[in-house]
């Protein structure tokens, strides 16, 4: 609904994956969902798709996938386009509280009783801080609300939060081996993940790279601002040429 998958669409080839655990994708139990997990799977489904050296977005905790897969296959990767990751570890002090579903049994019964509910509660409140300081936009209603309260995608959100801050630990150790072009973008007021101790910081750490604030932007910025995120994609596709 952001708009940003019709503009691509129009130039592109685009293949839009849902990680495991969210919209109807499965998160079998049975493994551990790194990013590094998920980079595998995403290059199995390519593969099947027989879709050669992609340009690779993610927004997010998909950052993480799009550099893990990065790392582990870089022949394999045309360029990167990065949206508001977190890419350093930091104090979060939302993360022992988000991750609590993720715990085996007492999760188990929090997604099914009490998570939902409460998620219903502080929705709007997070939706506001995700897009501060910008206003929610109208076209947002259209989110589908429901699919992010289910058990099962609660179950991978809060195993997310737990993950995040070792799966950077993991990772940042090897940011400059990052050779691919990379184009790197957040919301310059980004009240959910600072630009400036991730966005900005990781740019410093890869000189090559295309830095892109959007000024009076947060988090969403595909929301916010597609027509610069459709920039952000030209660019990268055309620094690998």
Avoid: C
């Amino acid at each position: 609904i952001s708009g940003v998958l019709d503009l691509a669409a129009s130039n592109y080839r685009v293949i839009a994956f849902d990680r495991p655990g969210y919209g109807y994708s499965e998160r079998p139990r049975s493994k551990l969902w790194s990013p590094r997990a998920q980079a595998e799977l995403l290059r199995k489904a390519l593969q099947r798709l027989d879709v050669e050296r992609p340009i690779v977005l993610g927004h997010s905790w998909g950052t993480l996938v799009a550099i893990a897969m990065a790392l582990q296959y870089p022949a394999e990767v045309r360029s990167l386009v990065l949206l508001s990751g977190y890419y350093f570890p930091t104090v979060r002090l939302d993360v022992p509280f988000a991750a609590q579903p993720a715990i085996p049994l007492l999760g188990d019964i929090m997604r099914y009783t009490v998570s939902p509910l409460l998620g219903r509660l502080i929705w709007p409140g997070l939706i506001k801080r995700m897009f501060a300081p910008a206003n929610v936009p109208v076209h947002f209603k259209a989110f589908p609300v429901w699919m992010s309260l289910r058990p099962s995608q609660l179950r991978a959100s809060a195993a997310e939060s737990a993950l995040m801050i070792p799966a950077v630990i993991a990772l940042r150790r090897r940011y400059r081996e990052l050779t691919m072009p990379v184009v790197i973008m957040a919301g310059a007021d980004d009240r959910y993940v600072s630009a400036r101790h991730h966005s900005e910081r990781l740019h410093e750490e890869l000189p090559h790279s295309d830095l892109r604030l959007a000024p009076g932007a947060g988090h969403m910025v595909h929301h916010l601002v597609p027509h610069e995120v459709m920039a952000a994609i030209d660019s990268a596709a055309e620094a690998a040429v």
